[in-house]
């Protein structure tokens, strides 16, 4: 199993409609983040969360909420899918306090909002 | 400004051929850095870090200037499996910013 599960991969919605993007992980990180990723641009933080209790907007959060339900699950949720909003959206994990250590991504999540 | 800029390339090399690209950032508070690869819109995954005296890891060579505030990566001896798209990737405040990536295609 992967350390870090997206899902779902590949999804289709319409504009209006709430959907949930999930992520788990079994690595232990303290430390999650959701970004997306739009040719061109890299990827850019929507939220991110350090632990249970800490919920942090990023760079472009405005139309996404999250929810850390525990230690191991980070969700994203678009309340009202748009079109711009169609990109791949990466989750991923990083061991807290060592900050010279990388991320640990998720396989994505491409999203089309129709 | 960006965060992290990269040229985009793309950069086409015959294999064999050393390629090198640098990548730039803006916050000189920087902590620590990296280079990701990205193969066809997967997932990012972690190439190397980057530190400050420089490293090497098989072909690939990293370096960091801070006074310039640019990063570098060079691939010697280029091979097929090199063609991806490498993200140069800077730690401010326990958060990662990401380059647009430089896509590097490398033909036999």
């Known amino acids: 199993d992967a350390d870090v599960t997206q899902t779902p991969r590949n999804r289709i919605t319409k504009t209006g409609k709430r959907i949930m993007l999930e992520c788990s992980q079994t690595k232990g990180h303290d430390r999650m983040y959701w970004y997306r990723q739009d040719p061109g641009l890299g990827l850019r933080l929507i939220y991110y969360s350090f632990d249970v209790k800490d919920i942090n907007k990023g760079e472009i959060s405005d139309g996404y909420s999250v929810s850390r339900q525990a230690q191991a699950k980070f969700s994203l949720s678009l309340e009202s899918a748009i079109p711009n909003q169609t990109a791949l959206y990466f989750c991923?994990?990083?061991?807290?306090?060592?900050?010279?250590?990388?991320?640990?991504f998720g396989s994505g999540t491409r999203l089309t909002v129709v | 400004r960006k965060e992290v800029e990269q040229d985009p390339g793309p950069f086409n090399v015959p294999e064999g051929a050393t390629v090198a690209f640098n990548c730039t950032y803006s916050?000189?508070?920087?902590?620590?850095f990296f280079w990701y690869r990205q193969d066809c819109r997967k997932e990012p995954k972690l190439l190397m870090s980057?530190?400050?005296s420089g490293n090497e890891d098989g072909r690939f060579t990293a370096q960091l200037n801070r006074a310039s505030q640019y990063i570098s990566l060079l691939i010697r001896d280029s091979k097929l499996s090199d063609s991806a798209t490498y993200l140069c990737?800077?730690?401010?405040?326990?958060?990662?910013?990401f380059g647009a990536g430089t896509t590097v295609t490398v033909r036999a």
């Open positions: 991923a994990t990083q061991r807290p306090q060592l900050t010279n250590y990388g991320y640990t």
């Open positions: 916050n000189s508070a920087s902590q620590s």
């Open positions: 990737v800077v730690n401010s405040d326990y958060k990662l910013s």
């Open positions: 980057v530190y400050s």
